[in-house]
């Protein structure tokens, strides 16, 4: 049973950091497509940026140049290190993964979903 469970929220001032972590457990293989995603309030969840097995990433528009997503095969473990945060960042954030590789950059369903981690800027 593959459980994800994130970390690493919380509330910052405007142009302050976050480093978020997703921990993965359960499985015996390796990911093909993670991913981290952002629910606002009353919208559809957004893709913030994917990382596939090859280590290739993609990122929204939105969050280019400012997050960096990054995985230790080791530790089972995605982060996604967030910089120059701005109140529009304030959000859920959920881990994705998926098995399948294919079209990493563009997944936007996958089989196992974090519970979310909320992430405040001020």
């Known amino acids: 049973h593959v459980q994800l469970v994130e970390s690493g929220g919380g509330s910052v001032q405007a142009g302050g950091s976050l480093r978020l972590s997703c921990a993965a457990s359960?499985?015996?293989?390796?990911?093909?497509?993670m991913g981290w995603f952002r629910q606002f309030p009353g919208k559809e969840r957004e893709r913030v940026a994917t990382i596939a097995r090859d280590g290739s990433a993609a990122y929204a528009d939105s969050v280019k140049g400012r997050f960096t997503i990054s995985k230790d095969n080791a530790q089972n473990t995605v982060y996604l290190q967030m910089n120059s945060l701005k109140p529009e960042d304030t959000a859920m954030y959920l881990c994705?993964?998926?098995?399948?590789?294919?079209?990493?950059?563009?997944?936007?369903?996958?089989?196992?979903w974090g519970q979310g981690t909320q992430v405040t800027v001020s």
């Open positions: 359960g499985y015996t293989s390796s990911f093909g497509c």
């Open positions: 994705a993964a998926d098995y399948s590789p294919i079209l990493c950059s563009r997944r936007l369903s996958f089989d196992y």
